[in-house]
C-alpha cells in the first residue's frame, strides 16, 4: 500500500493566527506491519539543517505528525494506492525537481506552501491559509 498524506499545522506566533505551514507524508507499506515506512517532506526556512536535505528542502526533519511550534498538526487531504502513486513519484524526485530548493522567503514566497501546492497542484488547491501557494513557478 502506498498513502500520502498533506498535512497542516498552524505557525508559531502571530502569523499563526492566519497561516500554516504544509507538509507532505509518504507512507509505504501495511499500517498494521512492522514494515511500513513514513517520510515527511517539507521546505523549511533555515537550510540544511540534518542529513536528509537538499538546501531548504528536508526529509524527516520532524516527526511525522508533529507541528510547528503553535499547536498539533491536521490531515488536510489524503491519497492512497493508484492515487497516491504519481504524487510519490513527483515528491521523491523534489530534490532534483523542485525549482526552489535553494530559494525561501516567508511572503509572497517560495517557501513550505509553495512546495505544498507544487505537489499536489493536479489534486487539489490549499486554502486561504497556505500564504504562499500562489507564488509563481519557472516555465
Known sequence: MVKVELRAAKIPGLPGIFADHYWLLVLHGVESSHNQTCDRWEIWQHPHQNNSCWGHLH???????QGVGNGQSRLIQKWLNDDALSMVKKIESSPSNYPFIQKYRYWPGPNSNTFAQWVVSDKMELGARAIGKSFPLPE
Open 59 to 65: 526529509k524527516n526533519l520532524l516527526d511525522p505528525y
